[in-house]
């Protein structure tokens, strides 16, 4: 053991690769109740009698919670093991759902969202690291691919699956069928997860020497730049896609399904490429961002040419999570779960940056400036990404000797020794 391995790592074993299924299925569970707002603003609207930028808040606090439980999880946690901490989270999801399904008063849904988010910002914060120590370092990329493929899978269902209930059925059945899905999860976590100890805790004091890393401060401001552009132009996507494009309800519907498909295909893509090279497929990813982006932006009128910018930006967004975390990872070999944990919380505070200044924008401009503004912050990314160099030795050298470089999973001793 050394002492930039915060872990005791379990052997793998075949049983390893259920239990990260198990991770992933819980961060599926976490994203489909996250995002379930969005289909269900109209109807959450007219119960409460709230405004839908009220209404609003109830995604809103979720990630400033999630943003604050992040860093504070993992202190507060210490060298608790992680499997009771993943299910402690993953039943605190489904008291969240819970609260929301039966909340009589809109500010009872609320404090429904914010244990929610400290669910979410939790997770985050250890489902990673735990995920990569439960496999060989060679596959740590694949472990992180499965359990970000989770969020991009949740991502696809959420909304359609909400807008479908709430059409049809009383929305809060869709919090119902929400808190079912936590507590199933719950119970195959308990089934699969194996114990992942944990050696060295997270210190208050990590965070500040992470910050004072140059380089972990331009990945850090890099995540900044991707989330909060992205979201800038997400948010809008569909009244842009309605108003400028001419898109009709049936084809939107076909295309924001096709966009989700292609985000879980680019999330394993990402992971592949990041496995090799990891600046090197930040760089590619914040690349086809720009472009696409771009090109939505400048062809709004045009769906011919929309149509498949919009495909490539869901690739972008697919790749973009498990690229920059394996970058982070890569340079933060000593504080890992720390770096997880700020990560989370950057990515977070972006998610409400980004939809914040977007809508800022769009009030003073017109739609056409949310995508601007975010293909504006990730050229900015670009630059980012540059700026930081060649690939620091430390990469290179791992990419060399195939391993992963300098993983959560690739620090101190193998995960596959006695």
């Not at 239990?19 to 996250?34: D, H, K, P, Q, Y």
């Not at 989700?260 to 590619?284: D, E, K, N, P, S």
Request: aromatic share 6%; charged share 10%; proline share 5%.
């Amino acid at each position: 053991m050394t002492l930039a391995d915060p872990y005791v790592a379990p052997t793998p074993t075949r049983g390893s690769w259920a239990a990260v299924v198990g991770i992933a299925l819980g961060a599926f569970a976490l994203v489909v109740t996250e995002f379930l707002p969005v289909g269900l603003l109209p109807d959450m609207t007219r119960e409460f009698g709230v405004s839908e930028g009220t209404a609003g808040l109830a995604i809103t606090a979720t990630a400033l919670l999630g943003a604050i439980a992040a860093p504070l999880t993992t202190i507060v946690i210490g060298r608790l093991d992680r499997r009771a901490v993943l299910l402690g989270l993953t039943g605190l999801l489904a008291v969240a759902g819970a609260i929301s399904a039966i909340a009589p008063q809109f500010a009872v849904l609320i404090v429904g969202r914010v244990l929610l988010g400290v669910a979410v910002g939790g997770f985050w914060a250890v489902s990673l690291t735990a995920a990569a120590k439960l496999v060989p370092h060679d596959r740590v990329h694949t472990a992180s691919s499965l359990v970000l493929g989770g969020i991009s899978v949740g991502a696809v269902v959420s909304v359609p699956a909400a807008s479908f209930i709430s059409a049809h059925y009383d929305w809060r059945i869709a919090y119902g069928a929400a808190t079912a899905l936590a507590v199933v999860v719950f119970l195959i976590q308990l089934v699969l997860l194996p114990r992942i100890p944990i050696d060295r805790a997270v210190a208050a004091d990590h965070f500040r020497q992470l910050l004072a890393m140059p380089k972990v401060r331009a990945i850090l401001l890099t995540v900044v730049l991707i989330v909060g552009g992205h979201y800038a132009g997400y948010t809008f996507i569909t009244p842009y896609l309605e108003q400028l494009t001419g898109l009709r309800t049936n084809s939107l519907s076909i295309l924001l399904l096709a966009y989700g498909v292609v985000t879980v295909v680019g999330t394993f893509i990402g992971g592949a490429m990041a496995a090799r090279h990891r600046q090197r497929a930040v760089l590619v990813t914040t690349g086809v961002f720009v472009v696409s982006m771009t090109t939505v932006a400048a062809f709004a009128h045009n769906a011919t040419v929309t149509t498949p910018a919009v495909l490539a930006w869901a690739l972008a967004i697919g790749m973009a999570p498990v690229c920059t975390q394996l970058w982070l990872y890569a340079n933060t070999t000593r504080f890992v779960e720390a770096a997880q944990a700020m990560n989370t919380g950057v990515f977070q505070l972006s998610i409400a940056l980004g939809s914040l200044l977007g809508a800022v924008t769009v009030d003073l401009v017109g739609l056409h400036s949310a995508m601007w503004f975010g293909a504006a912050a990730l050229a900015l990314a670009v630059l980012v990404v540059l700026a930081v160099g060649r690939v620091s030795p430390d990469d290179e050298s791992d990419r060399q000797h195939g391993t992963e470089a300098r993983s959560p999973a690739a620090t101190g001793e193998p995960a596959n020794s006695p």
